[in-house]
């Protein structure tokens, strides 16, 4: 069987078999993409990257640019396979997270700030050493992650759903919410996570405790956690928003205590080569007949 593959790099090297065609060869809006097969949309294109489907009547498989799959869900269709990009966002986000969280614990923002002014704001910051830290999702990025703290001799705990691995289940996490220094969000969009830090749950943290999310902005209640940083009470670091993008005049930007990055812990210089191996083994198992990798919808009902 021949496939015809379309991805934003036209020089993308494919086994026989497989055709490759970018915005060089088809542009996106041409009629060359009806015969198009195995289909990868623009990484953060958003919902207009996953429009063209809707023109792809011989699309069988969906290869998404993120690990998230929520914005796809309602595209799927009989027949139609598709696949996250597991893995390839791993070491970014987490470097990410990561950087967030010193920066907010030791204060980078303020420096900064302070540097155009030539202010020497001289005194001792919080470590992130020998913190009790959260880990709220345990998958491909939160073990990443969890591997990153090791040198910190943090005291890490992970949530998952299942409780698989050594992790405590979500059930546990009302109870163990006020002992956190710092709680890392890194779960999925779903229907069970929408404002999953609500205002009762933001209330259970600890004061001074730092919230990192790095998974999406519909996990926490922005309003609840206006709140909550307005009172001095606890901080955070986002990299994602509900709203997203964030609109200049929302309260989140002055909110105290916060630091905003504007959703770019998959948006790096790894993402490139981490995204093109991963469609060197998803091309090369296609021409063999292989199930392809990452599947987490197929036909109209979702995979695991």
């Known amino acids: ?110 420096f900064v700030l302070a540097q155009s002014s030539g202010q020497w704001l001289q005194g001792p910051r919080p470590s992130l050493a020998y913190k009790k830290v959260a880990l709220v999702g345990f998958g491909s990025i939160g073990q990443t992650i969890g591997r990153m703290l090791e040198p910190f001799n943090v005291d890490l705990h992970a949530f998952t759903r299942s409780g698989a691995n050594g992790t405590h289940t979500m059930a546990a996490l009302d109870g163990l919410l006020p002992t956190f220094d710092v709680v890392i969000l890194i779960l999925p969009a779903t229907p069970e996570t929408v404002n999953l830090m609500d205002q009762r749950r933001l209330g259970l943290m600890k004061d001074g405790a730092l919230l990192v999310n790095v998974a999406r902005g519909t996990i926490v209640d922005s309003d609840a956690l206006v709140a909550e940083l307005e009172s001095g009470r606890i901080r955070a670091a986002l990299d994602v928003t509900n709203p997203e993008p964030l609109p200049s005049d929302h ?54």
Not at 72 to 98: K, M, P, Q, W, Y
Not at 257 to 271: E, K, Q, R, T, Y
Not at 288 to 298: A, D, P, W
């Open 1 to 110: 069987m021949n496939h015809v593959v379309w991805t934003q790099w036209d020089d993308l090297q494919a086994p026989e078999g497989v055709t490759v065609l970018g915005p060089a060869t088809a542009p996106i809006d041409s009629d060359a993409i009806k015969e198009v097969t195995f289909y990868v949309p623009r990484y953060m294109s958003g919902l207009a990257g996953l429009e063209p489907i809707r023109a792809m009547p011989a699309l069988r498989h969906v290869q998404l640019p993120n690990a998230g799959y929520d914005d796809a869900v309602a595209f799927r269709r009989e027949g139609l396979t598709f696949c996250n990009a597991r893995g390839v966002h791993d070491i970014s986000t987490s470097e990410l997270a990561l950087g967030l969280m010193i920066a907010s614990l030791r204060e980078i923002d303020k």
């Open 251 to 304: 309260r989140l930007w002055q909110a105290p205590g916060l630091i905003i990055s504007p959703h770019v812990g998959g948006n790096s210089s790894a993402f490139e080569p981490g995204m093109r191996a991963l469609l060197a083994t998803q091309l090369s198992r296609l021409a063999s007949g292989e199930e392809l990798l990452n599947i987490v919808m197929e036909g109209k009902g979702e995979g695991s």
